[in-house]
T-cell receptor, first 113, second 113 residues
Framework: AQSVAQPEDQVNVAEGNPLTVKCTYS??????LFWYVQYPNRGLQFLLK??????LVKGSYGFEAEFNKSQTSFHLKKPSALVSDSALYFC???????????FGQGTTLQVKP | SQTIHQWPATLVQPVGSPLSLECTVE??????LYWYRQAAGRGLQLLFY??????ISSEVPQNLSASRPQDRQFILSSKKLLLSDSGFYLC????????????FGSGTRLTVV
């Protein structure tokens, strides 16, 4: 069965420091991976995706993610965190049989000034 | 460009009352459509998805139902709401291509009192 895991419920980082939000996946075949961000009482917004190609994917708002096939990971990163980056982040993998996205449980990112 | 509309934004309903939440997509045809529920600002629970008019798949047996009367319209309903139906409801769409992610609506905050 295909699955995705976000091992941290919450990540705390100081403004200006680099941030990493972790995601690992389990799929058969080549994965299609996604990151979304959700601000309070809002819908999820697409940040970036990995389908194929370069392992380092750049997305919206200065975020990037690194696909690591050997570690089955797709961690979200940003070199310098902003207070406005504080939100709930979801990793997702596409189930290639059904076409549906399988979401992780989400990680709350708290950036403190 | 494609847009997704979801309404209402907030709703307070008494226990036992009916429910109808509507979601429409513009700028595309034959989208895959999804209803999610999010409890307590955390994980996403897929409730229903649809790959075409009149085609509804239910992921979780419950007090809710979904219908797709038109290609770009997806409705979430209940005949009698329960307290446990409270939550944040999200509609999403995706094209049929395997590399695409989801685009989410802005969500409906439902409180059953």
């Amino acid at each position: 069965a295909q699955s995705v895991a976000q091992p941290e419920d919450q990540v705390n980082v100081a403004e200006g420091n680099p941030l990493t939000v972790k995601c690992t996946y389990s799929v058969s075949g080549n994965p299609y991976l996604f990151w979304y961000v959700q601000y309070p009482n809002r819908g999820l917004q697409f940040l970036l995706k990995y389908i194929t190609g370069d392992n380092l994917v750049k997305g919206s708002y200065g975020f990037e993610a690194e696909f690591n096939k050997s570690q089955t990971s797709f961690h979200l990163k940003k070199p310098s965190a902003l207070v406005s980056d504080s939100a709930l982040y979801f990793c997702a993998v596409r189930d290639m049989q059904t076409g549906k996205l399988i979401f992780g449980q989400g990680t709350t990112l708290q950036v403190k000034p | 460009s494609q847009t997704i509309h979801q309404w209402p934004a907030t709703l307070v309903q008494p226990v036992g009352s009916p429910l109808s939440l509507e979601c429409t997509v513009e700028g595309t045809s034959n989208p895959n459509l999804y209803w999610y529920r999010q409890a307590a600002g955390r994980g996403l629970q897929l409730l229903f998805y649809s790959v075409g008019i009149g085609q509804i798949s239910s992921e979780v047996p419950q007090n809710l139902s979904a219908s797709r009367p038109q290609d770009r319209q997806f409705i979430l309903s209940s005949k009698k709401l329960l307290l446990s139906d409270s939550g944040f409801y999200l509609c999403a769409w995706s094209p049929g291509s395997s590399g695409a992610g989801y685009t989410f609506g802005s969500g409906t905050r439902l409180t059953v009192v």
